[in-house]
């Protein structure tokens, strides 16, 4: 492991020095939803990258080489905040030459969420903390604002064309947070089911239960997973939400267990608008 650390600083280093200039034109995120909301932002005039790799984990994420070169090499790298690879990755980046690259806390200003997430702290991050902010429609206005701001820092000659198309995006996750809204009010205080707790801020912002049937990192005894679905059964749960990086005949028989409906909605997908309403329909 130590040996495959050295060959990546070096490669690292030799993006530096060997022609491999940052370039102003590219950014990098952490998860595919931030390059939607970004690259509304920052419109054809920039190029996106995501680190984390389609249908990985992002609990035991390990940042590839090429990944972590092409963060390098970007004019700044937008960490959505509380995800357990991002401080590791920033550390390893600095290691490598990068100390300078701009970071930017997409999620600075959001309410954040304790106790409803509980797995082993990585890097300093608080184990009680809910790290799956994007869940949240009126959150994703808070992290949109944050890219505005950084991009008019980055280009303050194109503030304007930035400053615009975040208005109409805010105005677009206005509607859909109204939308969404409108759908759950008779469903208020009911209950949902998901395997890990990551639309807690989905939940808060509707009025809605959430109930996990496990936690991060953690497995439950098999009594106290009985118990999960026999409090599936008696809240009147009629649905749980599944997620691609969970297994999903596993996550099927769970639900045949607790007497709800299986609906995969893929929280880290870039169509983020749509798996918001896909999560809403479910509960619907």
């Known amino acids: 492991m130590k040996l495959q650390w050295i060959v990546v600083l070096v490669a690292m280093l030799s993006l530096q020095s060997c022609g491999g200039k940052r370039s102003d034109r590219t950014l990098t995120v952490s998860i595919e939803p931030q390059r939607y909301l970004l690259e509304r932002i920052a419109g054809d005039g920039w190029k996106v990258n995501t680190m ?23 004019a700044a790298y937008f960490r959505i905040g509380y995800m357990p690879f991002e401080n ?4 390893r980046m600095a290691e490598g030459g990068g100390s300078n690259l701009r970071i930017v806390d997409s999620s ?49 000659d194109n503030a304007g064309l930035y400053e615009e198309n975040y208005r109409h995006l805010q105005a677009e996750l206005d509607s859909l947070d109204s939308e969404i809204t409108r759908k759950l009010a008779p469903k208020t205080g009911a209950t949902f089911v998901t395997w890990h ?6 939940a808060r912002d509707y009025s809605l239960r959430q109930l996990s049937l496990g936690s991060e990192g953690k497995e439950m ?22 997620q691609p990086e969970v297994d999903l005949t596993r996550s099927l028989e769970v639900a045949r267990q607790a007497g709800v409906r299986a609906v ?6 870039y169509d983020w608008p749509e798996q918001m309403r896909r999560v809403a329909e479910a509960i619907d």
Not at 55 to 64: I, L, Q, R, T, Y
Request: with cysteine; proline share 5%; hydrophobic share 40%.
């Open 88 to 91: 590791a990755l920033i550390d």
């Open 264 to 269: 995969e909605v893929n929280l880290l997908g």
């Open 52 to 74: 984390l790799a389609n249908g990985a984990d992002p609990e035991n994420f390990d940042p590839p080489m090429s990944a972590m070169k092409a963060a390098m090499g970007s």
């Open 197 to 202: 707790p990551s639309l807690s801020y989905f």
């Open 108 to 156: 600075e200003g959001i309410e954040l969420l304790h106790g409803t997430h509980e797995c082993d702290s990585h890097d300093g991050h608080d184990g009680d903390l809910d790290p799956h902010v994007w869940s949240s429609v009126k959150n994703a206005g808070v992290i949109a604002a944050n890219m505005c701001r950084a991009l008019v820092e980055l280009d303050p």
């Open 221 to 242: 005894s098999a009594e106290a997973f009985r118990d999960k679905i026999d409090e599936a059964r008696n809240a009147g749960a009629e649905v749980m939400i599944v």
